[in-house]
Nanobody, 114 residues
Framework: QVQLVESGGGLVQAGGSLRLSCATS????????MGWYRQAPGKQRELVAS???????TYRDSVKGRFTISRDNAKNTLYLQMNSLKPEDTAVYYC????????WGQGTQVTVSS
């Protein structure tokens, strides 16, 4: 069983930055894939960024050049640095991990005001 705990969400003005953190109960290097999803009201959950065990990253087009996914193996923590935030980035952000199963965090709210 893997537990994921997100933090770092909040309210920020457009153009601002936030860094989300996801602390894992297991060794982060044992995860096949980790990532960040988001879900806005009335919309489906969508992949924002992912990071494979080998270090490969993927980003949805709308966040490329603005968001960066990374991890700290020593702290067993996944990060999402979000810069140049836009109102359309407003959503609940969820941490995801895959290792012999799919695991989700409880979510953290990000609100970007115009």
């Amino acid at each position: 069983q893997v537990q994921l705990v997100e933090s770092g969400g909040g309210l920020v003005q457009a153009g601002g930055s936030l860094r989300l953190s996801c602390a894992t109960s297991g060794r982060i290097i044992s995860m096949n894939v980790m990532g960040w999803y988001r879900q806005a009201p009335g919309k489906q959950r969508e992949l924002v960024a992912s990071l494979s065990s080998g270090g490969s990253t993927t980003y949805r087009d709308s966040v490329k050049g603005r968001f960066t996914i990374s991890r700290d193996n020593a702290k067993n923590t996944l990060y999402l640095q979000m810069n140049s935030l836009k109102p359309e980035d407003t959503a609940v952000y969820y941490c995801y991990a895959q290792r012999l199963g799919d695991y989700w965090g409880q979510g953290t709210q990000v609100t970007v005001s115009s």
